[in-house]
């Protein structure tokens, strides 16, 4: 399961995308954690940043809409298994050290009164797009 990010180099276009697929059969998650790693490939002009999950997640919905210095994504956990006490929890990603990403904090609130969130914080405001 994982949550990938596409990044325009010169902040003028990003798009926020939500890969979700049947997880791997023959893998279970290893983990109490539900985050379980973070991604970036860039290319001279884009970043894409994968954020990976410990469980099978869809996305409820996100806001702001496309512009901002930050992105909420309000998720809903599908299948749980070994994690699922984890995912009422907090917790947070080392941001890429990508000048092209510009990911300053990735976090994520089990806990909130709305359910799950991701929330991804850029450096600068950003033109973005999600998708599952």
């Known amino acids: 399961m994982s949550f990938r ?5 010169f902040g003028l276009v990003a798009a926020v995308l939500i890969a979700v697929g049947a997880p791997n059969a023959a893998a279970e998650p290893v983990s109490d954690k539900v985050l379980s790693r973070v991604r970036v490939a860039e290319t001279e002009a884009c970043a894409t940043v ?18 901002g210095d930050h992105v909420r994504i309000n998720l809903k956990p599908i299948e ?3 994690v699922n006490g984890a ?3 907090r917790e947070e990603l080392r941001p890429p050290s990508s000048e092209v990403a510009g990911i300053q904090e990735i976090q994520y609130d089990g806990d909130s ?7 991804v914080t850029f450096n600068r405001d950003r033109h973005f797009h999600v998708e599952q």
């Open 5 to 9: 990010i596409s990044l325009n180099r």
């Open 87 to 89: 995912v009422r929890s």
């Open 113 to 119: 009164p709305t359910g799950p969130i991701l929330t």
């Open 80 to 82: 749980v298994g070994r």
């Open 50 to 67: 994968t954020i990976g999950f410990n469980f099978t997640i869809r996305v409820e919905s996100f806001f702001p809409g496309d512009r």
